[in-house]
């Protein structure tokens, strides 16, 4: 009776287990596709910036 109750309880804590990681799992996915989807915005915005032809004729250093 110990026996199949310890089994019961250890089925039952490994099959919680796969269920967590596997939330975790997509969790981290999707925290990194909104990490991609940031940057990528980002650099975007900074190559729109380069293209801009609203400052022609004034002093930039960086150029």
């Known amino acids: 009776m110990k026996k199949l109750l310890l089994t019961a309880a250890l089925s039952t804590f ?3 287990g796969c269920n967590t990681v596997n939330g975790l ?6 925290a990194g596709s909104a990490i991609s ?7 975007t915005k900074l190559s729109n910036m380069g293209n801009n032809n ?5 002093y930039n250093p960086y150029q």
Do not use: I, P
């Open 54 to 58: 609203s400052n022609q004729g004034k």
């Open 14 to 16: 490994v099959l919680t």
């Open 25 to 30: 799992g997509q969790d981290l996915t999707k």
């Open 37 to 43: 989807k940031a940057a990528n915005g980002t650099k």
